[in-house]
């Protein structure tokens, strides 16, 4: 395994770009630059299309944890490619605890969890209360992507609200949240602002995303500026 590991960093070595590396290193705080290789995301979602039809990749999916912010990339990109949904919320279960960033917490959803709503949700609660910075942002994104259109339920938001953290990167993901059911679900949470049912901070994060989305309306807009803190 470790000549492998060490293999599979030389060929992404191959890919990298410096410039990109200094840029994207800034918008990466916590991450140390010398963890960062540097390789633009469409290059590196080429390779993982080409890589998961090796061998290797499965045993990659095991070799955790892994150092570079690009192999955490890679390893997300490999769990939205499987097909079969117990395979991969196993994958996404085992991944989690590993992951130290938002940019490899907010990939899509496997294709395989839009499939398989009512399965997925129990496991989505279990992330929302785990504590852990990342598992319970990307609980959280679950919940954006995958459950405010047709599947909808009212107590969806409630779950998210009842989140207690300081977390930066909590705060900012349940605010996207309700930025983004506000658009979607607008009579169904709006009262969540109304009635300042969430924090200051992430109260004031939720109005600055919505009026910052062409989602929202002119109108609601204003309304949403009135409520402001």
Not at 59 to 67: T, Y
Request: one cysteine or more.
């Amino acid at each position: 395994m470790a000549y492998e590991r060490e293999q599979l960093r030389a060929d992404l070595r191959e890919l990298q770009d410096l410039k990109y590396r200094d840029f994207h290193s800034n918008l990466m705080p916590g991450i140390d630059k010398e963890d960062i290789i540097g390789i633009r995301m469409p290059v590196l979602r080429k390779f993982a299309g080409n890589f998961a039809k090796t061998e290797d990749a499965k045993a990659f999916l095991k070799d955790i944890p892994h150092r570079y912010y690009e192999e955490n990339n890679l390893h997300m990109m490999l769990i939205g490619k499987i097909r079969e949904f117990d395979r991969c919320l196993q994958e996404t279960i085992d991944f989690l605890p590993f992951v130290n960033n938002w940019a490899t917490c907010d990939f899509p959803a496997p294709k395989c969890f839009a499939k398989n709503k009512e399965k997925l949700l129990p496991y989505i609660e279990k992330w929302l209360d785990s504590g852990k910075t990342y598992t319970i942002r990307y609980g959280i994104g679950m919940l954006m992507r995958l459950y405010l259109d047709e599947d909808f339920d009212s107590r969806y938001p409630e779950m998210v609200a009842k989140i207690q953290s300081e977390e930066y990167y909590v705060e900012m993901m349940i605010a996207w949240y309700f930025a983004t059911a506000l658009a979607k679900q607008w009579d169904d949470v709006i009262g969540y602002l109304e009635q300042e049912k969430l924090s200051d901070s992430v109260h004031r994060k939720t109005i600055q995303k919505a009026v910052e989305s062409y989602r929202i309306t002119d109108e609601q807009k204003i309304y949403l500026r009135s409520l402001r803190k």
